[in-house]
C-alpha cells in the first residue's frame, strides 16, 4: 500500500532563516498532496496543497514543490517566525480504502528567536 | 458556524468498557472521518463516511464502529476499550473527496485506557 516518508523528524531554525521538509511516497497514481500545521494542543489545518498536474505552488512565505518522477514534494518556509512553530504533516492520496489520504509521520518545527 | 465538534476533549476508560466519541459538523459537508493520531505516526484513518447512511473501513477500523444517520453527526464507538486505544482522536469533514479537498478536523478527543 501507499508508504509517505517525511524527513526531518525535528527540524530547528533561527528566526529568519529557512525551513525545507521533505517527503516521499510511493504510489505512482497520486495526484494529490496537502500539509496540515498542528500547532500545540490545536487541531491540524490545512496550510498548502498541490495537485499532480502542477510542479509548484506558493502562498506568501509559503510554498511547495512536486517531482512526479521521484515520487518526492517538499515544503519551503522562508523568513521564518516564532508563530511557524508546529507539528507539520505531510499527505499524499491513494486509492487504497478507496481514495484517501495516507500522512506522513510529522516534523517538528522550532523557529528560535 | 462552529465547523467541526467533538465530544469529549479527554476520558479515561478501563480495559472493557466502552464508550462513544460524539463528532458533529454543520457546513453541510458530506464526507465525513475518523482519525487516530499517535506519536510518531502521523494520522491514520479508521472510518469515514460519503454520505448519510454509508460507511466503510480505513487502515485501522480493528475495535470501532461507526453508524451515520444524519449529515450532521458520526459518532465513534469503541465496543471493548484495549490499552492499545490510547490516542488522540480526530474527526473530520470535507465538501469533497477525502483524498481531493480540505479536510477540516475538529478540535480531538484525548483518550486513555488502562
Known amino acids: 500500500g501507499e508508504n509517505v516518508e517525511q524527513h526531518p523528524s525535528t527540524l530547528s531554525v533561527q528566526e529568519g532563516d529557512s525551513a525545507v521538509i521533505k517527503c516521499t511516497y510511493s504510489?505512482?497514481?497520486?495526484?494529490?498532496f496537502p500539509w496540515y500545521k498542528q500547532e500545540l494542543g490545536k487541531r491540524p489545518q490545512l496550510i498548502i496543497d498541490i495537485r499532480s498536474n502542477v510542479g509548484e505552488k506558493k502562498d506568501q512565505r509559503i510554498a511547495v514543490t512536486l517531482n512526479k518522477t521521484a515520487k518526492h514534494f517538499s515544503l519551503h518556509i522562508t523568513e521564518t517566525q516564532p508563530e511557524d512553530s508546529a507539528v507539520y504533516f505531510c499527505?499524499?492520496?491513494?486509492?487504497?480504502?478507496?481514495?484517501?489520504?495516507?500522512f506522513g509521520a510529522g516534523t517538528i518545527l522550532r523557529v528560535k528567536s | 458556524n462552529a465547523g467541526v465538534t467533538q465530544t469529549p476533549k479527554f476520558q479515561v476508560l478501563k480495559t472493557g468498557q466502552s464508550m462513544t466519541l460524539q463528532c458533529a459538523q454543520d457546513?453541510?459537508?458530506?464526507?465525513m472521518s475518523w482519525y487516530r493520531q499517535d506519536p510518531g505516526m502521523g494520522l491514520r484513518l479508521i472510518h469515514y463516511s460519503v454520505g448519510a447512511g454509508i460507511t466503510d473501513q480505513g487502515e485501522v477500523p480493528n475495535g470501532y464502529n461507526v453508524s451515520r444517520s444524519t449529515t450532521e453527526d458520526f459518532p465513534l464507538r469503541l465496543l471493548s476499550a484495549a490499552p492499545s486505544q490510547t490516542s488522540v482522536y480526530f474527526c473530520?469533514?470535507?465538501?469533497?473527496?477525502?483524498?481531493?479537498?480540505?479536510?477540516?478536523f475538529g478540535p480531538g478527543t484525548r483518550l486513555t485506557v488502562l
Open positions: 457546513m453541510n459537508h458530506e464526507y
Open positions: 473530520a469533514s470535507s465538501y469533497g473527496g477525502l483524498a481531493t479537498d480540505t479536510q477540516y
Open positions: 504510489d505512482s497514481a497520486s495526484n494529490y
Open positions: 499527505a499524499a492520496s491513494t486509492l487504497e480504502y478507496g481514495n484517501k489520504l495516507v
